[in-house]
C-alpha cells in the first residue's frame, strides 16, 4: 500500500514538472547596430544546461516557465531574463561599458581610466605572476609586457634580477627603472656582480617582496608616462599595487607549494681521455674507462617550499589586510640555501562622514642566503670540478677535501694541483662558507581628505630601511691566488635608508557638458642614505692568526673603510592637467621642476622637463563597422631630466691603509648639467569583435644627450689628470606589439592568448668630443663589452681568427693566428622578443602556458673555451678520435693550404685563456616553455567543510628548450648590472622547476 502512495506522489510531482519544459527559442541581437551574434552562451541559472547561438544569432533551449535564462557575451553586459508562458524570447545585448572604461593605476597611484591614457602601460595581474611561484616575481614578467627586458641572475634562489625597459640610455649610469609600492618609490639597491675573475650575485631589493601581497603590477614603459615621478622615473617605472583589505566577513586563504629544481643541461664533456703524467690537462690519447658521472653527481635536486596566509576583511568604515609568508629553498649546490619570512599588514579607515580616509602598510622581511655559488674564474668550484683529469680518482678528493696538518695544527686543502684558476670544489663548499644576510622594512601612511566630491588633498609618507650583511671567510690554505696562507675575511655590513614624502591636491570638474578636466598638482620630498656602512677584504694581506675571523685579527695594514653610496636629497613641484572633449579626445599636460643636491654648486640644481600628450577615441568620432568594437590612436612628447651620480661634482681626497691622503685626481664639475632623455611616443590601441581580439601596437623614438663623460684634461692644473663633461647622445628606437584574443568559447571551454612583441634599437651616436673614445664595461681575456661612437649598447669585441682573401684561416708554425685586437663581431641584444601567453578553460579545469623566445643577438661562452683548451670538452676528444680538427686554413709561410690540425694544438690555440674568441660566439636565439600550470578548482558545496574555494596545481617554470644554439642558457646572466653583459664564464647551469600548489580559502 505504502509503494503505491508514493508511485502516487512521484508520478504526480513529476508529471507537472514534465508538462512545464517548453522549447524556448529566439535570436539575439548587438544593441548597437541591430546585428545577430554568434556565439552568446545561453544557459539556465543554477545548472550547467546551456546552448550556444549559432551563425545568425539563433538559439534554441528546452525551459521550463519561471527559469531564468543567462545571456552572456564577451564585451557585452550579461542579462538575465525569466521565461515566461511564451516560447519565443529575442533579446538585445548591451555593450559593456566596464570593459571599455577599466580604471587603472598610473604615475603616484592616481587611477584613470584606460581609454584616456596618453602612453604605453600594461598591467599583470596577481594571477599571473604567482600561477608559477618563482622566488623572485619579476622573472614571472617575462614574456607578460612588451618592451621589457628581463635577465635573471644565474645564482639562483633571492638572486638579482635586471629589467630594462626600451633599451640602455645612459653611458655612465644604470637603466633600471623606478620601482613603486602603491605609489611610493622603494629602493631597488642591488648589491655587487660578478664579473670574468670572480665574485658573486649579492641581490637586489626586488627579492624582499612577497608575491602574494601584489594585487597588479602595471607597467611604464617609457618618460612619457612616468615623468610625474622625476627624474628618478626617467627609465620607466614598474608600478606594484598591493592587495588591500575587503569589507564583509573575513576571508582567510592559505597557498602552500612545494616545487622540485633539476639542472636542464650540463657542458658537454668528455670522460674517455685522462691527463698526460701529472698535467692538469687531460691531453691524452689513449682512451680509457674513465668515472663519467662526478660532475653531475656534484649537483643535486634542489627544492623551494612556499607557505603563506593572508586574511582579509573588515567593514564599510575600516579595512585590513595581513599576511606572512615563509620561503625555504636549497639550491642545486650542496650547502646552498635560501630562507625569506615576510609579515604585512595594511589598512584604512574612514572618518568624519568618509571626509578622511587614513590609510597604513608594514612590509617586513627576513633574508638569508647562505653559500650561493659564484661566476668568474676565481674561487668557483666549477672551475676544479670541470677540468679535474679524467683518469684522476675525483671520490678521494671530495671524500678527502681537508687533511690535518700537523705543523701548523689546521686542517689544509687537499688538491691534486696549485693553480689560480682551480680548488678543491669541497673545500671551497666546506671550507669558504659565505653569508647574505638582510633586514627590511617599508612603512608608509596616507590620509585623505575629500574636501570637496571632486577636490581631494593627500598627504602620504614612507620609510625604507634594510640592513645588509655579506661575509665570506676563506680557511687559511685556500687558494693563494686570492688568499693568504692564514686566510682571509670578506665583511660588508650596511644600511640603506629613503625617506619620502609628498602632498596631491587632486581636482575633476566638468568645465562644461562637453569639456572635462582631471587635475593633480603637488610636491615631494626624497631622501636616500645608502651603502652606509663598514667593509673589510684582507685578499692577500691575510690575519695575524689562522681562521680567526674577528677585527681584532686585523693586521695593520688593512683598512676597515667606511663606506658610503651617498646622501642625496630631490625635491619637486609637479602637476598634471588632463582636458577631455564629449569623451573622445583627451590632452594630458604634465610639468615637474626638481632639485637635486648631488647638482649642488653649480647653479643647475632646478631643472624643469615637460610633457604633452593626446588621445583620440576614433570608436566614438565616427561610425565604425560593426566589427570594431573600440579604437583609440594616441601620441606623446616628453624631456625627462636624470642628475649627476653622487660625489661627481666635487670629488673629495681618501685615506690608505698606511694612513697617508691618495690625493683627488678628478677636476671639480661645476658646470654640469642633467642628463636631458626626449621621448616621442606615437600609438594605437583597437578592439573587435566585442573584445576577443584586440591590438595594442606604439613605436618609440627616444633620444639621450648631454652625457656625463670622463676625458683627459687639458691643461692638467691642480694635479688633475681627469674631468667630466656634459656630451655624448644614445638613440633608442623600436616597436611593441600586444596582440590579445580568445579565439574559441563555449559553455564548459575557452581559449585566451596573448602575443607580446619587442624590437628595440640602440645607438651610439656621439660619444664625446673624442670620436675614438671608448668606454669600457668589462674587458679581459680576449673579450670586451665596450662602448664606441656609432656602436651600441652591449657590442661584444672579441679576438678572431685571421683569415685571407679567401676566408681561410692563416697558420704559422701549425697554429692558428689570431687578431691582434679585439674586434666587433655582434651584439647582444635580440632583434626581436616574442612571448606567447595561454590560458585555457575547461569547467573546473585550467591550464595556462607561456612560450619565450628571443630570436637574433649573439653571447660568448669563456668556459667553452677553457674546457677545449684543457682537453675536457666533448668536442676535444671527438677530435682524437677522428685523428684531428678539420679546417680551411693556409700556412702564411708556404701558402700551402692546411686541411686538418692535430687537437690538441687546436684546441690549446684557440681555447684556454686568451684564446681565439671567434670560435665561441654563438647564437643568442632560443625558445623555451617558460611556465606552465595545471590547476583544478575543487566542488567542495556537497561537503562540510568549512572552506569557501580550493585548487591545486601543477606548476613548472622554465621547462625545457623548443630550440637553442648555444651550449648553455642564453638568457641567464652572470652579472645584472651593465658589465660584461652576455659573458658566461663558469656560470652555473640553467634549471627547471615543478611541482604542485595548493590553494584554501576560508
Do not use: C
Not at 642564453?970 to 651593465?978: K, R, V
Amino acid at each position: 500500500m505504502i509503494k503505491k502512495l508514493l508511485i502516487i506522489v512521484l508520478i504526480m510531482g513529476v508529471l507537472p514538472a514534465m508538462a512545464q519544459k517548453r522549447t524556448v527559442a529566439g535570436t539575439v541581437t548587438d544593441s548597437d547596430d541591430g546585428s545577430t551574434l554568434s556565439g552568446v552562451s545561453v544557459v539556465i541559472q543554477g545548472t550547467t544546461v546551456g546552448v550556444l547561438t549559432d551563425s545568425d544569432g539563433k538559439y534554441t533551449i528546452s525551459a521550463a516557465e519561471g527559469d531564468v535564462l543567462t545571456f552572456s557575451f564577451i564585451g557585452m553586459e550579461s542579462q538575465n531574463v525569466k521565461v515566461a508562458n511564451n516560447s519565443t524570447l529575442n533579446v538585445t545585448l548591451l555593450s559593456d561599458a566596464n570593459q571599455l572604461n577599466a580604471i587603472v593605476v598610473t604615475a603616484l597611484g592616481i587611477k584613470r581610466e584606460e581609454k584616456t591614457l596618453t602612453y604605453a602601460q600594461q598591467t599583470v595581474s596577481s594571477e599571473e605572476l604567482v600561477r608559477t611561484r618563482d622566488p623572485n616575481f619579476m622573472n614571472s614578467l617575462a614574456g607578460k609586457a612588451a618592451g621589457v627586458e628581463i635577465k635573471k641572475s644565474s645564482s639562483g634562489a633571492g638572486g638579482s634580477t635586471k629589467v630594462v625597459l626600451r633599451g640602455n640610455k645612459s653611458l655612465s649610469g644604470d637603466s633600471s627603472p623606478l620601482f613603486v609600492i602603491d605609489g611610493i618609490p622603494m629602493a631597488n639597491n642591488r648589491g655587487n656582480q660578478p664579473g670574468m675573475w670572480g665574485g658573486t650575485d649579492q641581490g637586489d631589493g626586488l627579492s624582499a617582496i612577497n608575491p602574494e601581497d601584489i594585487e597588479s603590477i602595471s607597467v611604464l614603459r617609457g618618460s612619457n608616462a612616468a615623468v610625474l615621478y622625476g627624474s628618478q622615473g626617467a627609465n620607466g617605472v614598474v608600478l606594484i599595487t598591493t592587495k588591500s583589505g575587503v569589507s564583509g566577513k573575513a576571508t582567510v586563504t592559505l597557498n602552500s607549494g612545494f616545487t622540485s629544481e633539476q639542472v636542464i643541461e650540463f657542458p658537454e664533456l668528455q670522460y674517455k681521455y685522462g691527463a698526460i703524467g701529472n698535467a692538469k690537462e687531460s691531453w691524452s690519447t689513449t682512451s680509457g674507462n674513465y668515472d663519467d658521472t662526478f660532475v653531475e653527481d656534484f649537483f643535486q635536486t634542489g627544492h623551494n617550499m612556499y607557505n603563506a596566509l593572508t586574511i582579509s576583511g573588515g567593514t564599510d568604515k575600516t579595512k585590513a589586510y595581513f599576511s606572512y609568508a615563509n620561503t625555504k629553498a636549497t639550491g642545486i649546490t650542496p650547502n646552498n640555501n635560501y630562507g625569506k619570512n615576510n609579515f604585512s599588514f595594511k589598512q584604512s579607515t574612514k572618518l568624519l562622514n568618509d571626509k578622511i580616509t587614513v590609510s597604513s602598510n608594514v612590509i617586513l622581511a627576513l633574508e638569508k642566503t647562505e653559500n650561493r655559488l659564484p661566476a668568474g674564474y676565481y674561487l668557483n668550484p666549477l672551475t676544479g670540478l670541470y677540468m679535474f683529469p679524467r683518469d684522476r680518482d675525483f671520490t678521494d678528493y671530495k671524500d678527502n677535501y681537508q687533511t690535518f696538518n700537523v705543523d701548523r695544527n689546521l686542517n689544509q686543502q687537499n688538491w691534486f694541483v696549485s693553480d689560480h684558476h682551480q680548488s678543491n670544489p669541497y673545500w671551497i663548499l666546506n671550507n669558504q662558507p659565505k653569508t647574505n644576510d638582510s633586514k627590511r622594512v617599508i612603512a608608509s601612511m596616507s590620509v585623505a581628505y575629500n574636501i570637496l566630491d571632486n577636490l581631494t588633498f593627500q598627504v602620504r609618507g614612507n620609510y625604507d630601511y634594510a640592513n645588509k650583511l655579506f661575509e665570506q671567510q676563506h680557511a687559511a690554505t685556500s687558494n693563494a691566488t686570492n688568499v693568504h696562507p692564514n686566510g682571509a675575511w670578506d665583511y660588508t655590513k650596511y644600511d640603506d635608508q629613503l625617506a619620502y614624502a609628498d602632498a596631491i591636491l587632486t581636482y575633476n570638474t566638468d568645465i562644461t557638458k562637453d569639456l572635462s578636466l582631471n587635475t593633480v598638482v603637488g610636491g615631494s620630498f626624497q631622501k636616500t642614505d645608502y651603502g652606509v656602512g663598514v667593509s673589510v677584504a684582507t685578499g692577500t694581506v691575510g690575519l695575524l692568526y689562522p681562521n680567526e675571523f674577528f677585527f681584532q685579527n686585523l693586521p695593520t695594514n688593512v683598512q676597515v673603510n667606511s663606506t658610503t653610496n651617498g646622501s642625496v636629497v630631490k625635491q619637486g613641484l609637479f602637476a598634471n592637467l588632463q582636458f577631455g572633449l564629449k569623451e573622445f579626445l583627451f590632452l594630458d599636460l604634465s610639468g615637474r621642476n626638481d632639485w637635486a643636491s648631488t647638482l649642488a654648486l653649480t647653479g643647475n640644481d632646478s631643472y624643469f622637463y615637460p610633457s604633452v600628450g593626446l588621445t583620440g577615441i576614433v570608436s566614438e568620432m565616427f561610425q565604425m563597422p560593426s566589427f570594431i568594437t573600440f579604437g583609440k590612436l594616441r601620441a606623446s612628447y616628453t624631456q625627462v631630466g636624470n642628475e649627476v651620480p653622487y660625489n661627481r661634482i666635487f670629488p673629495q681626497n681618501t685615506i690608505n691603509a698606511g694612513g697617508g691622503v691618495v690625493r683627488n685626481t678628478v677636476k671639480p664639475f661645476f658646470n654640469a648639467k642633467p642628463e636631458i632623455i626626449t621621448s616621442l611616443e606615437f600609438g594605437a590601441d583597437w578592439r573587435f569583435f566585442h573584445n576577443r581580439l584586440g591590438v595594442d601596437f606604439t613605436y618609440y623614438d627616444i633620444t639621450s644627450k648631454d652625457q656625463f663623460i670622463p676625458v683627459p684634461t687639458i691643461s692638467g692644473e691642480g694635479g688633475y689628470t681627469t674631468e667630466f663633461i656634459n656630451d655624448g647622445e644614445i638613440s633608442n628606437k623600436g616597436i611593441e606589439l600586444t596582440l590579445s584574443a580568445t579565439p574559441y568559447r563555449t559553455n564548459d571551454f575557452e581559449w585566451v592568448t596573448a602575443f607580446n612583441f619587442t624590437r628595440n634599437r640602440n645607438k651610439i651616436v656621439d660619444i664625446g668630443p673624442d670620436d675614438e673614445k671608448v668606454i669600457q664595461l668589462g674587458s679581459s681575456e680576449g673579450f670586451e663589452s665596450k662602448l664606441v661612437e656609432g656602436g651600441r649598447f652591449n657590442d661584444i669585441y672579441v679576438l678572431k681568427f685571421q683569415r685571407d682573401d679567401q676566408g681561410r684561416i692563416i697558420f704559422d708554425g701549425g697554429k692558428p693566428l689570431r687578431t691582434a685586437t679585439t674586434e666587433l663581431i655582434g651584439n647582444l641584444d635580440p632583434k626581436w622578443s616574442l612571448g606567447w601567453n595561454n590560458n585555457f578553460t575547461y569547467k573546473r579545469l585550467n591550464v595556462g602556458i607561456l612560450v619565450n623566445g628571443k630570436f637574433g643577438g649573439k653571447v660568448f661562452s669563456q668556459t667553452e673555451s677553457m674546457l677545449d683548451g684543457a682537453g675536457v670538452s666533448l668536442r676535444s676528444a671527438e677530435a682524437r678520435d677522428a685523428g684531428g680538427v678539420v679546417v680551411n686554413g693556409v700556412d702564411q709561410s708556404t701558402d700551402a693550404a692546411i686541411t686538418s690540425v692535430d687537437p690538441e694544438t687546436w684546441y690549446r690555440a684557440i681555447g684556454d685563456r686568451n684564446g681565439i674568441g671567434e670560435a665561441y660566439v654563438y647564437d643568442r636565439t632560443n625558445i623555451r616553455v617558460g611556465q606552465l600550470n595545471i590547476g583544478y578548482n575543487l566542488n567542495l558545496s556537497k561537503t562540510k567543510l568549512p572552506i569557501r574555494a580550493a585548487s591545486i596545481s601543477f606548476i613548472g617554470n622554465n621547462l625545457l628548450f623548443l630550440y637553442k644554439v648555444a651550449p648553455f642558457d642564453p638568457e641567464l646572466a652572470m652579472s645584472t648590472n651593465q658589465n660584461a653583459q652576455g659573458l658566461d664564464n663558469f656560470n652555473l647551469p640553467s634549471t627547471r622547476t615543478y611541482g604542485l600548489n595548493l590553494k584554501l580559502t576560508f
